[in-house]
Nanobody, 123 residues
Framework: VQLQASGGGRVQAGGSLRLTCSAS????????RAWFRQTPRKDREFVAAINYNKRTAYPTSAKGRFTISRDNAKNTVYLQMNNLEPEDTAIYFC??????????????????WGQGTQVTVSS
């Protein structure tokens, strides 16, 4: 499985970005998909997840601002980020767990990772 993340960029606080994670190497329709982010000062942090049945999960910091969605026909997952804050500045990674029907929010449970896309939010 190869994952390709895109859509990052630089925005002002209050702005929006939509991240895309495209997958190749096999259908991921039965796999959870997730986004994590990382800064030099923090460990990789959970941002959003969507299960194979489209159940979603978010940390408190993302609830109400971020929305994860998936298009199984395109093997793609999206992360719509609204009302961005400077604290959201990070490299964002998409990820897939090692087995289907497995749902987790811990990065150690994910076997496949995209290359990351930089999101910078200025105040």
């Amino acid at each position: 499985v190869q994952l390709q993340a895109s859509g990052g960029g630089r925005v002002q606080a209050g702005g929006s970005l939509r991240l895309t994670c495209s997958a190749s190497g096999g259908s991921l329709s039965n796999y959870a998909r997730a986004w994590f982010r990382q800064t030099p000062r923090k460990d990789r942090e959970f941002v959003a997840a969507i299960n194979y049945n489209k159940r979603t999960a978010y940390p408190t910091s993302a609830k109400g601002r971020f929305t994860i969605s998936r298009d199984n026909a395109k093997n793609t997952v999206y992360l719509q980020m609204n009302n961005l804050e400077p604290e959201d500045t990070a490299i964002y990674f998409c990820a897939v767990p090692s087995k289907p029907y497995y749902y987790s929010t811990y990065p150690t449970d994910f076997a496949f990772w995209g290359q990351g896309t930089q999101v910078t939010v200025s105040s």
